[in-house]
């Protein structure tokens, strides 16, 4: 192959590359770490809103937040979090959730977290599917 075939293939190899970064999903974003039953375990996911203010989206992620059935919100506008609980096994143990929207440039990115205590198992399927939906209304 050619010298210049090789510099067109490797330039549009990484222009494609920067373009799948940027058309990240909440999806594609989420994260899972620690053991199942040994360990605590944390769900992470995240998405970037290029034109949204944190403080114009916070009650919409609340709202979303109550949609999934948690407990005990508390939404602090001066950090842009939202804190809820989650007491599903009859335990007394809870399920922690915590979302927050930051600035980020000219728009907003929101973190959301799910942890379960140790020794307590889900789907990680459910819990995609439920953090994206808190995440992801935004933006209606």
């Known amino acids: 192959m050619s010298l210049k075939k090789r ?5 549009l190899f990484a222009v494609t590359g920067v373009s799948a970064v940027q058309a990240q999903t909440c999806e594609g974003n989420f994260k899972v770490t620690g053991v199942p039953l040994l360990t605590a375990m944390t769900y992470k996911t995240s ?3 290029p034109k949204a203010k944190p403080d ?3 009650k919409t992620l609340a709202q979303a937040v109550a949609a999934e059935g948690f407990s005990g919100i508390r939404v602090d506008k001066s950090l842009g979090a939202i804190d809820a ?3 599903t096994t009859g335990s007394g143990r809870e399920q922690t959730l915590r979302i927050v929207a930051r600035k ?4 907003t990115r929101v973190d959301a977290m799910f ?3 140790q020794g307590q198992v889900t789907s990680e399927k459910v819990v995609r599917k439920g953090l994206c939906d808190i995440v992801m209304s935004a933006t209606d």
């Open 7 to 11: 510099v067109f293939l490797a330039l």
């Open 47 to 49: 998405y970037d809103f």
């Open 56 to 58: 114009q989206i916070l």
């Open 85 to 87: 609980y989650q007491e």
């Open 104 to 107: 980020k440039g000219s728009g």
């Open 115 to 117: 942890n379960i205590q």
